[in-house]
């Protein structure tokens, strides 16, 4: 099957993603897994020139003379790692050594913000819906604390009957539940908020704020039932064990029904930089609050007004008024490739356009992809599992026409919240209000195949 | 089938709702004894809970902040690299006209503490766990109550003679007070 036997769903070449399907039910023998949801993909990545989006690995030296006479070993045509015993594996592996370029960028070096660091995860790099744990995004306001496992604690005090504290290994004992969830953090894609000029920055700089991981712990409600909770107790005020005792006030409420206290990512133990040896999770909720290196949980009446609260993760409406409190991520949608910051190898000619979608408030329910700066829309395959306050991956076939386009990705909700464009966005804010930014992006395909940021 | 998870919510439903009961389904938690908590205890409220006794004045406050904080700061607060104490906020301002370029710098200077912050007790509980940012919780409550009466004053907030203590501070009105609205219902 050519790619012009594909046929156009949506202007600027976007394909229908139901015709791999049709393919593939022709071939009979995957006839079974071609009723699964979300056939197109496994079709569309074998045709698609994946491999061309990063760079290719380079021919191997084993052009050997071809094998003419008896005494020739067919090992003398062959690469080298085919003709030799391999080498060792290792206690605890890491990806390829041709892989080293995938990284967390880090953002905001010291000293433009004199020691806060932001490390942004390589999302036009990876696949499906799970971070690694090492290239989870990562905000940390004071550094990462040297913290000894058998001499932390957590405290609760406050409102409640009995002042509580837990050990560690304590901890480990109770009962735990597992949950995909994606972390973003609010000020994720503030560039893009607040630049009135489009600036050239890559997906991973502009996006990498968030990631999405499979969290294991506690359920928050059963400690806090435990120390017994007091008439009057409506705050939650959680404060971590780092150098400057980063702190945040949550409603008790949905601390109740939702948080969880997080032992384990990706079924290890968490990561230092996630908050080792045990981080509150707020499912949906914006990163800053999911207090890493948890220490201390006091129940109030009221919420403290903590430097967070009072700040850096606050927005200016557009009348001027200051809004506090605005816990939830709103749904949003990016596509990761192609994405700013890539070349497309070929002029014209198929490719997969695959993102990412996710929603604080629960599922996605669509994701419409546009291929000509929005003038028409085309529904895009979900990935399964698609699931609650996760990480969605969306894809569509694509056959790049070879002139300069844009590509936009707009999600919708299981309560139908839409994201917004970035007009109507800066319209609810003020000028320079760059938290909780969720608008519709555009990349601009150029000419040339360079992908660049832009605003649609 | 009820779930692992379900059976525990309502074994703990029964067990909170059960007047008198003291026995905790899972309880192994330890109790916290009150001089085990007293030293972790420094959250300060709007409300002046938690303040600990001492104080401190804007001059006291200028020497400590010109030694301790004006490197990262800035000598009047809105320099950067670090974030931005006194004025106005936003990417343009009367008191600052430098300021978007500043900004394009140092990212962080784009909102302005002395603007953005509705209670000035943040002040001290912030300054008194997490400044200054290379060695944080190294200032007597004492220092604190001078920098904070140093930090409201460049703002315009208090008067050059005024001292800060726990009675004082919690009624020192911050602007964004009443501009403030929550999105948490």
């Not at chain 1, 968490?270 to 129940?299: A, C, D, I, T």
Request: aromatic share 8%; charged share 20%; proline share 6%.
């Amino acid at each position: 099957m050519k790619t012009s036997d594909l046929s156009l769903v949506a202007g600027g070449g976007l394909l229908d993603r139901r015709d791999f399907l049709k393919r593939a039910l022709r071939y009979g023998a995957v006839a079974a897994t071609a009723a699964s949801a979300a056939p197109s993909r496994s079709h569309a990545s074998e045709r698609a020139p994946s491999a061309s989006l990063t760079p290719a690995l380079p021919q191997q030296g084993g052009q050997r003379e071809a094998a003419t006479s008896g005494a020739a070993t067919i090992a003398d045509s062959m690469a080298p790692w085919m003709t030799s015993l391999g080498g060792a594996d290792v206690a605890y592996g890491s990806p390829s050594a041709h892989e080293r370029e995938v990284q967390r960028s880090r953002k905001f070096d010291a000293p433009q913000t004199a020691g806060m660091t932001m490390w942004h995860t390589p999302l036009a790099a990876l696949q499906g819906i799970i971070t690694p744990s090492g290239l989870h995004y990562a905000v940390s306001h004071n550094g990462l604390p040297d913290l000894d496992p058998t001499r932390h604690e957590l405290l609760i005090h406050g409102l409640v009957r009995t002042p509580m504290r837990f050990s560690v290994e304590r901890l480990l004992r109770y009962p735990m539940v597992s949950r995909i969830r994606f972390l973003e953090c609010a000020g994720n894609t503030a560039y893009n908020a607040v630049s009135p000029f489009v600036e050239d920055h890559s997906c991973q700089e502009l996006f990498g704020q968030v990631s999405c991981s499979d969290w294991t712990g506690v359920p928050l409600s059963y400690l806090l039932e435990e120390a017994g909770i007091k008439d009057g107790a409506a705050w939650i005020i959680a404060e971590g064990a780092d150098g400057g005792s980063l702190t945040r006030s949550l409603p008790l409420e949905a601390v109740m029904k939702d948080a969880m206290l997080a032992l384990y990512q990706n079924g290890e133990r968490l990561r230092p930089s996630q908050g080792y040896p045990m981080r509150l999770f707020m499912p949906g909720w914006e990163g800053n609050l999911n207090v890493k290196w948890l220490h201390r949980l006091e129940l109030t009446a009221n919420p403290a007004y903590t430097k967070d609260e009072s700040g850096l993760y606050t927005q200016v409406l557009a009348d001027g008024r200051i809004q506090r409190f605005a816990f939830t991520m709103e749904v949003k949608s990016v596509i990761t490739r192609p994405s700013a910051g890539m070349v497309l190898p070929e002029p014209k000619g198929f490719y997969e356009i695959s993102g990412l979608a996710w929603s604080g408030h629960g599922r996605i329910a669509k994701v419409e992809v546009s291929a000509d700066g929005g003038e028409s829309w085309a529904e895009a395959a979900l990935q399964e599992p698609v699931l609650d306050r996760a990480f969605t991956r969306f894809s569509i076939p694509w056959r790049w026409t070879g002139a300069s386009t844009l590509l936009l990705s707009r999600a919708t909700d299981q309560h139908g919240r839409v994201q917004p464009t970035r007009k109507q966005w800066r319209k609810r804010y003020a000028a320079h209000s760059f938290n909780h930014y969720n608008a519709i992006q555009a990349w601009r395909i150029n000419r040339n195949g360079r992908v660049e940021n832009a605003y649609a | 089938m009820p779930t692992l998870e379900k059976v525990l919510a309502l074994l703990l439903l029964a067990w909170a709702g059960a007047a008198g009961a003291t026995e905790p389904v899972i309880g192994l938690g330890e109790a916290l004894t009150e001089a085990d908590l007293a030293r972790y205890d420094i959250t300060v409220f709007p409300d002046g809970r938690n303040l600990p006794p001492g104080r401190g004045n804007v001059t006291e406050g200028r020497v400590i902040y010109r030694d301790r904080c004006a490197a990262c700061h800035g000598e009047s607060g809105i320099e950067g690299p670090a974030t931005r104490l006194a004025g106005s906020d936003g990417l343009f301002g009367w008191d600052d006209p430098l300021r978007i370029i500043r900004i394009k710098k140092y990212p962080l200077l784009i909102w302005s503490m002395g603007a953005r912050w509705p209670y000035a007790t943040s002040i001290f509980d912030y300054v008194r766990r997490a400044m200054p940012h290379t060695a944080p919780k190294s200032l007597s409550n004492d220092q604190v109550y001078a920098i904070t009466a140093y930090l409201l004053y460049m703002n315009g907030l208090i008067e050059e003679s005024a001292v800060m203590d726990q009675q004082a501070l919690p009624k020192v009105k911050m602007p964004a007070l009443d501009r403030s609205v929550s999105a948490w219902p």
